[in-house]
């Protein structure tokens, strides 16, 4: 992994990527992967990266990054489209 790093930090410097929007990206892809990885929850992905999920929705503001599209099909139905509750049959009392 160290080669990989090693040879990807050699061809940002050489296209002439600066250091601030290389860190910027690698954050980007970084906090995504974690993101994809957990379905956007992101409580979840902040305790894998080991971060506060404030300062996780914070960085996530800041990069400009959109969540919405990590939680796409794992989203709760509305309130009004859940089932009704079975009705309880209560029991009478006999004396």
């Not at 990054?65 to 139905?77: I, L, N, T």
């Amino acid at each position: 992994m160290k080669d990989q790093i090693e040879s990807l930090v050699a061809q940002m410097h050489n296209s002439g990527i600066f250091y601030s929007e290389a860190v910027r990206e690698f954050k980007r892809r970084f906090i995504m992967n974690v993101l994809q990885q957990n379905k956007g929850n992101q409580c979840k992905a902040a305790r894998e990266l080991g971060m506060h999920r404030n300062t996780l929705s914070r960085t996530i503001a800041e990069l400009k990054m959109e969540v919405r599209q990590f939680r796409e099909g794992a989203r709760r139905p509305v309130r009004s489209e859940k089932s009704l509750p079975v009705e309880r049959i209560e029991k009478k009392v006999v004396r």
